[in-house]
């Protein structure tokens, strides 16, 4: 794979090229932005490949649940539906996407609605949900939205300004994308991470006057769940293991159940992984299932009978000065 993106170098003038035109045209106007007079909040990146979207969305939604009327509008990456849902009881993974459902799930007292085409999705969701304030998932390179808050993660292991676009590297856009953030969320940090190491980063980033930057940690839980029990982790030492993932870099939860000294059999999927039949056969076939919640959303309706077979493993998301980046957002939010 990584021998053929070499020899696809050549191609990465003319997709460059292509997306800073794309770019150039909405930045002088000749393409079209929507704007709108109510607060909406764009969580999205610039490479492709998971940079820790989803525990940001759910971050927003904790902060702002609580005072606000909260919606969050995703594509619904890989469902087996079309157009404008909004989260209902009769549906599923498979209708809303994993990370929509995921949501859906966790938080009863949010909208979320999925659909391709933002303009329509936020009209929709004005004209019969009213919220206070809107949260695009994955759309910063959706330029017919202008949202009013923009915040562009990058992956501490894989930041965007040590790479190209595609289809040699992992780049959507050229990195002068960047211009269009209000916050840069440096994700997926090690709790190590030092302030001079910090400092380099931040002086990597250039960032513009408007811009702040913030540093991120993913930690792991040390009890693992499911619908109707948690046990700890250590349970599981002595049972046969399997670890099925369909995300798009497993290498830091692996990392985890090894330093926990838990023995597994790895089962990688590619990212957002729809499940075959025959696979789901394979996986009834194990002793113990661990996942994450993301393909635990994905997985369960075929574990009903069961249950304390499969299992996922919570994670939690913590942000360097949040204080002050919660101020910044709700300051916005109360502008309108």
Request: charge should be positive.
């Amino acid at each position: 794979m990584k021998l053929l993106r070499k020899i696809l170098f050549p191609i990465v003038p003319i997709y460059y090229l292509v997306t800073w035109l794309r770019n150039w045209l909405y930045d002088k106007g000749w393409k079209t932005s929507k704007s709108y007079e109510f607060p909406i909040i764009c969580v999205g990146n610039l490479s492709t490949g998971g940079t820790g979207k989803t525990p940001t969305i759910e971050y927003l939604i904790r902060l702002l649940k609580q005072h606000y009327k909260v919606a969050t509008l995703s594509r619904g990456y890989k469902r087996e539906s079309t157009g404008f849902l909004i989260g209902s009881p009769e549906f599923s993974a498979k209708i809303l996407g994993d990370e929509p459902f995921q949501f859906y799930k966790k938080f009863d007292d949010i909208t979320v609605s999925v659909g391709a085409d933002r303009q329509h999705g936020i009209e929709q969701l004005m004209n019969k949900i009213k919220p206070d304030v809107i949260l695009l998932d994955d759309a910063f390179q959706h330029r017919k939205v202008k949202a009013g808050f923009n915040i562009l993660l990058t992956s501490f292991d894989n930041l965007f300004y040590d790479d190209v676009v595609l289809p040699t590297g992992n780049l959507r856009e050229p990195r002068a994308g960047a211009r269009r953030a209000d916050v840069i969320l440096v994700t997926k940090c090690p709790l190590t991470l030092s302030a001079s190491e910090k400092t380099k980063i931040i002086k990597n980033l250039k960032l513009l006057k408007h811009q702040d930057v913030y540093f991120s940690v993913i930690t792991y839980s040390e009890v693992i769940r499911n619908a109707t029990e948690k046990i700890e982790l250590q349970q599981l030492k002595g049972k046969r293991i399997s670890l099925v993932t369909g995300i798009a870099n497993p290498e830091p939860l692996v990392t985890y159940l090894k330093s926990k000294a838990i023995d597994f059999e790895h089962l990688k999927y590619k990212d957002h992984h729809v499940f075959s039949t025959s696979e789901i056969e394979v996986l009834k076939k194990k002793e113990v299932i661990l996942t994450t919640e993301k393909d635990y959303v994905r997985l369960v309706d075929n574990f009903k009978d069961r249950n304390s077979q499969l299992y996922y493993l919570p994670i939690s998301f913590q942000i360097d000065k949040a204080k002050v980046l919660n101020e910044r957002i709700r300051n916005f939010v109360d502008s309108f």
